[in-house]
């Protein structure tokens, strides 16, 4: 089993040193980050599976360094470890694009089971490759698609799209929770567009594999 790369954004060096001590012998690789620039550094730098984010961090905080991840494309997932506890700093940070939410203080243990859960949840795997049949597999920590071991070029929504597809197999998406992972919260989603990116995705992994779900939305066929 590949071992999983956390990234770390926490200023307060006492709490980080914990944290990634607990986390490293845990079996993971943590990379500390004790502000933004130092946490956008590894994440272009390294290959990151996890995002352990607390908000306020120095130079920028938590909820807009996740959103600038978001809007280039990254779906790496996402923890918001925070003080903060308001329903409306919650729903922010799902509006912007986390994956789950612990506040301080927490156990450690508590911390570890989310990352199990999310690990677990993403793709149900601990491959670095999903294969897709007629020679296609999905890069995951890439977040991009392969034909013959050469780089399938797809615009930002559709990976977005194939991997909201490849998270939820044989489950009906309904157009709306689609929409909320493709369209930022300052755009107007688009039917036409969804259209033509379904089509993409079918012209790469054959028509068969997205249903069509009539008034409701699309259906990743593997069985």
């Avoid at 120095?58 to 918001?80: D, K, S, V, W």
Wanted: charged share 25%.
């Amino acid at each position: 089993m590949a071992q999983q790369h956390i990234l770390l954004l926490e200023d307060d060096l006492q709490l980080s040193d914990t944290v990634k001590q607990f986390l490293d012998y845990s079996g993971y690789k943590v990379y500390p980050a004790y502000d933004a620039h130092q946490a956008k550094d590894i994440v272009y730098e390294q290959h990151i599976d996890l995002m352990l984010l607390d908000i306020k961090v120095p130079h920028q905080n938590g909820f807009n360094f996740l959103a600038e991840l978001r809007a280039e494309g990254n779906m790496t997932p996402a923890i918001f470890i925070t003080s903060l506890n308001s329903v409306d700093d919650v729903t922010k940070g799902f509006d912007i694009g986390c994956d789950d939410y612990i506040r301080k203080p927490f156990a450690l243990k508590e911390l570890r089971a989310r990352i199990e859960v999310l690990f677990k949840r993403n793709f149900g795997t601990h491959q670095e490759q999903v294969d897709l049949g007629n020679g296609y597999s999905f890069d995951i920590k890439g977040l991009f698609l392969n034909h013959n071991n050469k780089k399938v070029s797809l615009k930002t929504k559709e990976v977005k799209l194939l991997a909201l597809f490849l998270k939820n197999p044989n489950k009906l998406l309904s157009y709306d929770s689609i929409f909320e992972v493709l369209w930022e919260y300052d755009e107007t989603p688009s039917q036409g567009s969804l259209r033509a990116y379904i089509n993409t995705l079918r012209h790469a992994l054959g028509k068969a594999k997205i249903e069509t779900v009539k008034h409701s939305g699309y259906r990743y066929v593997t069985r």
